[in-house]
């Protein structure tokens, strides 16, 4: 029952039936009292309901999995339960959390001794490393990890992570033609992950070639992007897929997206740690915090900033001013008291924010979390 509602997950028309069968499944376990059973149904729980809507209702199945994989000592159970911590608390933003669990699962996985688990503990390291900008330490991590040997996954799961991981990289180090083979055999081999087909259009739109990424976009984005189906690789696909139609000014098509993905805004620098910290909905962090961001990078970059003011009206007066004008006459909120956000939480928002890569493609070099402080201490 567990097996067959984690190969229904990727299913769109019967997700209902993926989380119902995994709810039995544990019902089942619970009723035999058999703690091993209990273990493998909360594991599948996690694996079949793993959607982009849910990472706090996942991270209370992990804490109960934990306690019982500890109690049978199931190795591989246990080193699950540090991998499914590191996402679910990556994708709330909470970032230092998610670095502490992925630290753990590497300890573990060297313990342990386990060839099979050596991916494990590896791919979210180089994940939070590409998240930082450390480009070389993931370079590094990336040639470990894709030596890894033996099947880790039937779905080749480690395959497919580890090349999205590669492309990401040799994007950001302006390397990403080397990737076209592999992106494109990837889509060949990992169907039912259509994010290698949004790569791709990226790939494509970085060497100039337009004419051919607007094909692949076109297939993508037919029937609202029914092809980005809602699974645990909806939220990168369609942020590639978002940054491709970007590239590609389909308006049409962005209207589209930003509908899809405004569920999710919460999860910007330190806009990501405030939607992901403080539950701060993403349209409100940026009416509060890109004045103060905006005075901040004024010394470097004030000449930019003044397109700004004229695209709203107000040459002659800073940009971060008329932000600011235009977000109270909207009547939108323009404080962090006004989102509910405590002083006592200020510092802990902005140790998190260091971890955030946008932090460090800042126009002006935000050094440390004393930096972020700052900024926060303007928008209090």
Known sequence: MTRLACALRSSPERRDESE?????????????????????????????TWWPENPEERTVIVSELADVAKKIGDQERIADTYAMLFMSLSERGLMADARREAANLSRYTKEIRQPALHWYGTVNLSELALIEGAFDRADELLTIEMGSA????????????????????????????????TVRASIDEFPWYPVHRAALVLLLMDQGRA????????????????????????????????????????????????????????????????????????GYTSCVMLPPVLR?????????????????????????DAVAELVADLGLPGTLR?????????????????????VHTNPRKIAGPADVRVLLDAAW
């Open 338 to 358: 006004a989102v509910g956000v405590n002083s006592e939480q200020l510092d802990r928002i902005a140790e998190e924010s260091m971890h955030d890569r946008w």
């Open 150 to 181: 033996g099947l880790v996954t039937s779905a080749r799961d480690d395959v497919s992570a580890s090349r999205m991981q590669r492309f990401l990289l040799r994007r950001e180090q302006g390397r990403v033609a080397e990737e076209e083979a």
């Open 296 to 320: 901040y990078n004024a010394t470097v970059n004030a000449d930019r900033q003044a397109w700004v003011s004229e695209a709203l009206g107000r040459p002659g007066i800073s940009a971060a």
């Open 20 to 48: 119902r069968l995994s709810r039995e499944a544990i019902t089942i376990a619970r009723r035999l009292d058999d703690p091993e059973s209990l273990s493998y149904a909360l594991g599948g729980r996690f694996w079949a």
């Open 211 to 282: 004419p051919e990424a607007r094909i692949i976009f076109d297939g993508l984005a037919r029937d609202d992007f029914s092809a980005i189906y809602v699974d645990n690789e909806w939220l990168l696909g369609m942020g590639v897929a978002a940054e491709a139609c970007s590239l590609l000014g389909d308006t049409a098509a962005a209207g589209v997206l930003y509908r899809r993905l405004e569920p999710f805004a919460g999860r910007h620098a330190i806009g990501h740690i405030l939607g992901g910290t403080c539950n701060v909905p993403h």
